[in-house]
């Protein structure tokens, strides 16, 4: 085995004792109360609402948007846990797609881009089905997943902290009910994280209990939402019409599918590092090829693409519960809350500020375990330069992005205001440039 191979396991060695086992069988009443907690701190209702009013939606098309985001992360989420990657990986709405999926409503070009999410995810799936991405993943050593992840945790923060003031737009923003509120339910989360034991595993799901009781006592708890919601509903299917393409919205798809999937792989890597659990090339192609398939099933009903999503990782580190058969019960939470919008509208009644404090330490936990991967010793000051760049880029580019976009094409002008896409495309040209290059020279 050669010196280089060496030093690659060194670098996968766990920074982190294990939390959790796989394949832990958890009873059934308590599994059922963790795996609604892990639906319940997940992005899957936040995201497609969070976009269906920044982009204008109308009511009907608002519904079917988080319709389709339950149904196609519930069933994808079921099958990966399942069959798949069998890791504790709950899916959800992509970070990377919310922009581009509001942009394009606005610009009256969204059909045109779920035609491209569709031809995006296929290219993606077929190459998974062909064992293609074991290729891929050998570019991920920790400091490229690390940074991947790192920026997905700093990408959470603004929408983190827009929540933890109160809404912005909402007559709560900023005021102290707001703030008492999301501090009160981050710190139930953290003092039950303190304490270990029960108290920790369902540290968030009593953090919404306090929040939403306190919430209620300040008269900040509005459900007439629900009344209005209707008790049975089904997703659309091409909600916006039909199908159109476009071959500059499509090829900016692919390319932010494909960091998408980047970006699971490396939640995949990390899941399965924080667990102790063993990941062959099988399991990842499996994995992939499961998030494909769940992104065409979205764009068909009116979702956007949904991937392994970052703050479950969060929440397995501070409850130390890792067991793929509770996020197997989140994924069936997810299918019933699809055709139950007036029970998805109780959830989606919690305050602002009440998610916002549980979102802040499952963010922040994500931005730790990126940085502890990304910051490893890789015993030589060119390969320990790949993280710092590909953070640089990430987080410095994207506020460049309009006076640099000026004279490149759209498409290239379009990415540069995408942190983790920038990021990521960064961190992989440089662990191939300044350490994969170099090591396959030295060996010939």
């Not at 996968?12 to 639906?39: C, H, M, S, T």
């Not at 919601?229 to 692919?254: E, N, Q, R, S, V």
């Not at 499996?286 to 068909?300: K, Q, R, Y």
Request: net charge neutral.
């Amino acid at each position: 085995m050669t010196d280089h191979v060496h030093a690659h396991m060194g670098e996968l060695e766990a920074v982190d004792a294990v939390v959790g086992d796989v394949e832990e069988v958890i009873p059934a009443k308590r599994r059922f109360a963790l795996g609604l907690q892990q639906a319940l701190v997940s992005n899957a209702w936040l995201d497609p609402i969070f976009i269906a009013s920044v982009a204008g939606f109308s009511a009907t098309l608002a519904t079917n948007l988080v319709t389709a985001t339950f149904l196609a992360a519930g069933v994808v989420t079921v099958i990966q846990s399942t069959r798949l990657v069998r890791l504790p990986v709950v899916q959800g709405p992509s970070s990377a797609f919310s922009p581009l999926a509001i942009g394009y409503y606005k610009a009256g070009t969204i059909s045109a881009a779920s035609l491209g999410l569709i031809i995006g995810a296929a290219l993606v799936f077929l190459a998974a089905v062909c064992g293609q991405f074991a290729r891929l993943r050998r570019l991920l050593s920790p400091a490229v997943s690390g940074t991947i992840i790192t920026l997905v945790g700093v990408a959470l923060a603004g929408f983190t902290f827009m929540e933890f003031f109160g809404g912005i737009g909402s007559p709560s923003f900023a005021t102290g009910s707001s703030l008492f509120l999301a501090c009160v339910t981050t710190a139930v989360v953290l003092v039950s994280a303190a304490f270990g034991g029960t108290l920790r595993m369902f540290g968030f799901l009593t953090a919404l209990i306090v929040g939403d009781v306190l919430a209620l006592g300040l008269g900040l708890l509005d459900f007439s939402a629900v009344g209005q919601a209707p008790w049975l509903a089904f997703p659309k299917l091409l909600p916006y019409g039909a199908l159109t393409f476009d071959p500059a919205i499509t090829i900016t798809m692919c390319i932010v599918f494909i960091v998408a999937v980047v970006e699971a792989m490396g939640m995949y890597e990390a899941t399965a590092r924080l667990t102790g659990t063993e990941l062959d090339d099988r399991r990842v192609n499996a994995g992939i090829a499961g998030e494909a398939g769940g992104s065409m099933l979205a764009a068909l009903i009116g979702g956007f693409g949904t991937t392994a999503y970052a703050q479950n990782l969060g929440v397995i580190r501070l409850t130390g519960v890792a067991s793929r058969h509770v996020v197997r019960v989140a994924g069936f939470i997810f299918i019933a809350l699809a055709f139950l919008p007036k029970v998805a509208a109780v959830l989606v009644a919690t305050p602002a500020a009440v998610v916002g404090g549980l979102f802040l330490p499952a963010a922040a936990t994500v931005v730790m375990t990126g940085i502890q991967m990304a910051s490893q010793d890789r015993g030589s000051p060119v390969k320990n330069m790949v993280a710092p760049l590909g953070l640089m880029a990430g987080l410095g580019i994207p506020a460049l992005a309009g006076p640099l976009s000026g004279g490149l094409p759209e498409i290239l002008g379009e990415m540069l205001a995408h942190s983790i896409v920038v990021g990521a495309v960064t961190v992989m040209v440089a662990e191939i440039v300044l350490v994969r290059l170099p090591e396959f020279l030295r060996a010939r």
